[in-house]
């Protein structure tokens, strides 16, 4: 595992996943600057639409679907467009970009350099193991060696805010394994758990024979210009757009 840097500018721009070599694709994710990017209402439309203008790329290239939460991973291409459920999109074409909406969840950008294959995925508690489906598609449907393809876990809610409660905790550490949860001890003295998505991505990973990953280290909840829904609340929370595709 290796960490990266989300950079910012101050033209107006999404932050920029670093890159470790020319070949590799562009990755994106939008800030608080930006506005919401929810999918689905008339303003959130509109900041998509002025912020893939300010980059230069055209709508027609941009892949997205309707998010449920769920372990889908679809290659993108006509049906795509239309409002499908799923939350992770393989590339079907060098020319598209792929996003998914994130706030808290964890955005996970992966890519095969030599044959210009790249995947985004929605991936929060609920969802957590749509990696290990993505990889298999690369896989499966590619024939790409899992030990060429390269992991990046974007920003999320980390472990030092994500408290669940014993239920979810005890469920999500019998799947995911003993690091996928931390405990720390209130001002009462009472044991309180929090999910590590890290972790448990990281498990995933490795078990699958994934040897590039890299990780930026930044908290949605601890992130003043991030969106996050435990830290803004239910009804103010800002979808942040994340975006992998070869833009120039």
Same mark, same amino acid.
């Given at each position: 595992?290796?960490?990266?840097?989300?950079?910012?500018?101050?033209?107006?721009?999404?932050?920029?996943?670093?890159?470790?070599?020319?070949?590799?694709?562009?990755?994106?994710?939008?800030l608080?600057?930006?506005?919401?990017?929810?999918?689905?209402?008339?303003?959130?439309?509109?900041?998509?639409?002025?912020?893939?203008?300010?980059?230069?790329?055209?709508?027609?290239?941009?892949?997205?679907?309707?998010?449920?939460?769920?372990?889908?991973?679809?290659?993108?291409?006509?049906?795509?467009?239309?409002? %499908?459920?799923?939350?992770? @999109? /393989?590339?079907?074409?060098?020319?598209?970009?792929?996003?998914?909406? &994130? =706030? #808290?969840?964890?955005?996970?950008?992966?890519?095969?350099r030599?044959?210009?294959?790249?995947?985004?995925?929605?991936?929060?508690?609920?969802?957590?193991?749509?990696?290990?489906?993505?990889?298999?598609?690369f896989?499966?449907?590619?024939?790409?060696?899992?030990?060429?393809?390269?992991?990046?876990?974007?920003?999320?809610?980390?472990?030092?805010?994500?408290?669940?409660d014993?239920?979810?905790?005890?469920?999500?550490?019998?799947?995911w394994?003993?690091?996928?949860?931390?405990?720390?001890?209130?001002?009462?003295?009472?044991? %309180?758990?929090?999910?590590? @998505? /890290?972790e448990?991505?990281?498990g995933?990973?490795?078990?699958?024979g &994934? =040897? #590039?990953?890299?990780?930026v280290?930044?908290?949605?909840?601890?992130?003043?210009?991030?969106?996050?829904?435990?830290?803004?609340?239910?009804?103010?929370?800002?979808?942040?757009?994340a975006?992998?595709?070869?833009?120039?």
């Amino acid at each position: 595992m290796s960490k990266i840097q989300l950079t910012r500018n101050n033209n107006g721009l999404p932050g920029r996943l670093e890159k470790q070599h020319p070949a590799e694709p562009d990755m994106f994710l939008s800030l608080l600057p930006q506005g919401d990017m929810s999918p689905g209402n008339s303003r959130s439309t509109e900041n998509r639409q002025k912020l893939f203008s300010a980059m230069g790329v055209s709508p027609r290239r941009i892949y997205s679907l309707r998010q449920v939460h769920s372990r889908t991973v679809l290659v993108s291409g006509k049906k795509t467009r239309h409002g %499908i459920e799923g939350d992770g @999109l /393989v590339n079907g074409d060098a020319d598209h970009i792929l996003t998914v909406s &994130v =706030a #808290d969840c964890m955005p996970i950008y992966l890519f095969h350099r030599e044959a210009g294959r790249f995947a985004l995925l929605h991936s929060g508690w609920k969802g957590t193991g749509i990696v290990a489906e993505a990889v298999k598609l690369f896989q499966g449907s590619f024939g790409l060696a899992l030990s060429e393809l390269t992991a990046v876990l974007g920003p999320s809610i980390r472990s030092c805010c994500y408290r669940v409660d014993d239920q979810r905790a005890e469920f999500f550490q019998q799947r995911w394994g003993e690091g996928s949860v931390k405990s720390r001890t209130d001002s009462s003295g009472r044991r %309180i758990f929090f999910i590590d @998505l /890290v972790e448990a991505n990281l498990g995933i990973l490795k078990d699958l024979g &994934v =040897a #590039d990953i890299r990780v930026v280290e930044e908290c949605t909840a601890c992130g003043a210009d991030l969106g996050s829904f435990r830290r803004e609340g239910p009804g103010e929370f800002t979808h942040m757009l994340a975006m992998i595709g070869f833009f120039n």
